[in-house]
Structures are given as structure tokens and as C-alpha cells.
């Protein structure tokens, strides 16, 4: 068994944060050359809630698993001989349950290939409804950003809800000698903030590397795939990407420090708040930026976000397009007349009134932003179209998505000059089975009363591959 590093070296952690998501990929050049600096950590955060719900609902990852499979390789070989805590958060893109333990059986086939062993920490983050709503009962539950009040049957209905941890469960592994730790969801920039703590430096230094580290080398420019180092100190930062196309300037580490967040100064995060008012930026090489400034306001309870899905029916989708310019100048009345021939023959087959919803996007016209789009008029001299049905069972949804598709491609319209059909459709088969579709219903801060129960350890000795439960420890 590889023993992990007892400590960071006193007074400076290095941490080496390996790209924006775990599967996006990183040049693996750039990984040997932040390996060079000797980090502490090296880690990746996997997941975010930007593709939407269907990952936590469905329960599987939103990048593919070779993709994946490359990058955690890379990291536990560069790591594990050498020692190195490899930490990755929010496992398999959303990390609830099943993607926890999608990302052990990846890690544990690595081991068994390339001969590794080491001592593995899986966190998990999936939720109990029944605390959650012990908590909302006791009005310890209040909404994130402009969410309505969390119900009950919103909590029921849910299909799963996690929590997003703090840096302390990561801490709480990587003191007991754990060597590589996979957690369910958690805050992306947590669990640089635990290997920061280690170090024993103060909160603000860890919460605002984490900040940088969060996505890998995003806040260096030009933008490439790499890897961002992280030199951290008592009172400052100094970043450097790996990739040697790259370099940190005063403008992209302050415009990264932007990132994802309501407010431009104030981060919230489990247990605290990060103030970036007073920071300021040195540029002390062509590629390293140094900060310093920031601060760290203790919060009085410890809350944590959550996030949680329900299951909202079933989709199909089909793609077509149009150079036709007779049709192109009355659009808008086409696809009001579609719309009454799909509702029409949709109950012809027994659908009942009510019983799907169809989107129509127009791209070329309004397809990004729908009714805000300012500009109500187009001269595209081509359209395409994304229809979408939503309905309660795939076998709705697949026969409504056929009826749309066919009226759109044949329906008459005025001046209309071509007898066949009016679209292009790119793709064979036409309609597209997407399956089942979520919602977001949980997205709330609840009071969690410590940063450790709502998130149980689990360690596993790893001996190529295979595993033995290690006991008696929190």
C-alpha cells in the first residue's frame, strides 16, 4: 500500500487542479509538467447542474466513460506512486448515489490494470427526505436564488436530492490516509479548501484557490485545455497554468474571479462567505499572478445547498429545415396552423386534450430566446427547426412527435409552390427517442447542523482492484 503524504510543507500548499471536468480532457503534457512542482493534491472537480437535470435524475454521467476512464488514469498514475492525495468531487456529473459508485467501479478497473494500490474514501452526498423535511417542518429550509418554498411533495417527489459538502469531509479523509477520495456532490471549489486546511493556512487562502482551481486552467488566457498550479501561502496566491500556451494575466484571474456567481464580491459557500472586495492582482511573471486581499466571514449556522429532481414525463425530438422563402416570410402563421393539425390528429389517435406539450425552437429566428427575442422579424434566407414533446409515457411522446414532424414537412400554406415537402430533415431516423425528462423541484439551503453527518465516509483498501472495507474509522 502507497502511503499518502503525512503533511503539506509548512507554510506553502501546492495544489494542481487538472481541467474544467473530469472527462473534458487535459493535454497530458501538462499534467507532467505541474507534477514537476511536486503538489500536495492534485484532484478535479466532475460535475455541475449546467447540462440540466437529467443527469441526477437518470443517474449517469454527462461525459462518456472512456473519456473519463483517460483522465482518471492519468491522474492516478502521475499521483499514486508518488504518494499524492488525487481527489475528485460531484463523481459521474451530478453525484448522487449511483454516479458515487459508477466512479469506485472506474477507479477500482484502473487499479486492477495498471497494479495500483492505495486507500480509497468514497463521500456520499444522496439525501434522506426524511431529514429534509424534519427540517423544513422546523423552518430550517429556505430558498436558493429566487426559488418558491420547498414542499413536502416536492421533497417526496423527488427522484433523488443531494447536498453539496463543504471542504471538511474531504479533510476528515485526507487525515485519515486516504489517497484517493471520490465524493458525491459537493461546492466546486471544496475540496481545494480542504487541502489548503491541511496545510494549516487560513480559510480565505484555500476558499479563494478553490475559486481559481474550480475549473482547471479557465483562468489563464489564451483559452486551451491544461492544467492550473496553485502555489498557496498565508496571505497571498500565486497561480501558473502548465500548459506553456498559457499564461495567468491580471485580467483573466480577475475576470475568473467573476465566475458563476450572483454577486461579483461575495461568494457564499458551506459554513462562510468569501469576500473578494479587497483583492488585488500582481502580475509577478509573464504566466504566475500573485493575489492577496481576500477574507473570510464565518457564517452563524452552517447550511448547505441541495438540489433534487422530479420526473416530468417523457420527450422525443425531431430536426428540420427550410430554404423555401415564401414559407420563411409567413412562418409565424405556419406554425400555428402545424400546431392545430398536430393537436387535432393527435386526439384523432386518442390523445387527449391536453395530453403532450410541443415546442417548437426556430432557429434563425427566435430559437435561443424564445418570446424575449426583441427582433420579431427575420431575413434568414434559411430556417431550422427543433420540435420537442413532452408526455407522459414515451409511447405518447414518440406517436406525437411523429404526427409534428410529418405536418411540418407537408403542411399547405399560401403561395406554396413545391408539391413535396417543405422541409429538409438531416437525419434518418427522423424522430429522436430522448426518454425520460427532470425537473429541478429541490434547489434549496438547509441547515446541516454539522458539515459531517449529512455526508458518511466509506473507506476501502484497494489492492489492484480489488477492495477490503477498512473499520472503524468516521
Not at 479533510?171 to 491541511?198: C, F, H, K, M, Y
Not at 416570410?329 to 389517435?349: C, M, P, T, W
Request: hydrophobic fraction near 40%; charged fraction near 25%.
Amino acid at each position: 500500500m502507497n502511503a499518502t503524504r503525512d503533511k503539506t510543507s509548512p507554510g506553502e500548499v501546492r495544489l494542481l487542479a487538472v481541467t474544467s471536468i473530469l472527462g473534458y480532457g487535459f493535454p497530458e503534457s501538462a499534467l507532467e509538467i505541474g507534477m514537476q512542482a511536486d503538489p500536495h493534491m492534485i484532484g478535479a472537480d466532475a460535475g455541475s447542474t449546467d447540462p440540466g437535470p437529467y443527469y441526477l435524475g437518470a443517474g449517469v454521467p454527462f461525459c462518456s466513460r472512456l473519456s473519463i476512464k483517460r483522465d482518471t488514469r492519468l491522474m492516478l498514475l502521475a499521483a499514486v506512486p508518488r504518494g499524492i492525495p488525487v481527489v475528485i468531487s460531484t463523481c459521474g456529473g451530478a453525484g448522487g448515489e449511483p454516479h458515487l459508485q459508477f466512479m469506485a467501479e472506474l477507479v477500482r478497473e484502473i487499479a486492477r490494470e495498471e497494479k495500483l494500490d492505495f486507500k480509497l474514501a468514497l463521500i456520499h452526498a444522496e439525501q434522506d427526505k426524511g431529514f429534509i423535511k424534519q427540517q423544513l417542518a422546523a423552518g430550517k429550509v429556505k430558498p436558493a436564488s429566487r426559488r418558491p418554498a420547498l414542499t413536502v411533495e416536492q421533497v417526496d417527489g423527488a427522484e433523488r436530492i443531494v447536498a453539496l459538502m463543504g471542504p471538511e469531509p474531504f479533510e476528515r479523509a485526507l487525515e485519515n490516509g486516504a489517497q484517493v477520495i471520490l465524493a458525491g456532490r459537493a461546492t466546486d471549489p471544496s475540496i481545494w479548501a480542504a487541502g489548503v486546511a491541511r496545510g494549516g493556512l487560513p480559510p480565505e487562502m484555500g476558499w479563494y484557490a478553490g475559486k481559481m482551481l474550480e475549473c482547471g486552467a479557465e483562468p489563464a488566457a489564451p483559452k486551451r485545455d491544461g492544467c492550473l498550479l496553485a502555489r498557496v501561502y498565508q496571505d497571498y496566491i500565486d497561480l501558473e497554468p502548465t500548459n506553456p500556451e498559457q499564461s495567468c494575466t491580471r485580467l483573466s484571474v480577475a475576470n475568473f474571479a467573476l465566475h458563476e456567481n450572483p454577486s461579483a464580491i461575495h461568494h457564499y459557500e458551506p459554513g462562510g462567505m468569501l469576500d473578494t472586495s479587497a483583492c488585488s492582482f500582481e502580475q509577478l511573471t509573464d504566466r504566475i499572478v500573485r493575489v492577496r486581499g481576500m477574507k473570510w466571514v464565518p457564517a452563524d449556522v452552517y447550511t448547505v445547498k441541495m438540489e433534487g429532481v422530479q420526473r416530468m414525463g417523457y420527450r422525443a425530438i425531431s430536426m428540420l429545415a427550410t430554404r423555401d422563402p415564401v414559407l420563411i416570410k409567413g412562418i409565424d402563421d405556419y406554425l400555428l396552423r402545424v400546431r392545430a393539425i398536430v393537436d387535432e390528429k393527435s386526439r384523432n389517435f386518442g390523445v387527449p386534450e391536453g395530453g403532450y406539450k410541443l415546442s417548437i425552437r426556430s432557429y434563425g429566428l427566435n430559437g435561443v430566446m424564445g418570446e424575449r427575442e426583441p427582433r420579431t422579424t427575420t431575413t434568414a434566407h434559411e430556417l431550422s427547426f427543433i420540435l420537442e414533446v413532452l408526455a407522459p409515457t414515451q409511447e405518447v411522446a414518440n406517436a406525437v412527435i411523429a404526427i409534428a414532424r410529418t405536418t411540418t414537412l407537408h403542411a399547405d400554406f399560401p403561395g406554396r409552390m413545391c408539391k413535396e415537402g417543405n422541409m429538409g430533415i438531416p437525419f434518418s431516423p427522423a424522430d429522436v427517442e430522448l426518454g425520460a425528462s427532470y425537473e429541478f423541484t429541490v434547489y434549496h439551503i438547509v441547515d446541516a447542523e454539522d458539515p459531517y453527518h449529512l455526508f458518511p465516509i466509506e473507506y476501502l483498501d484497494v489492492t489492484q482492484g480489488a477492495t477490503a472495507e477498512v473499520k472503524g474509522q468516521p
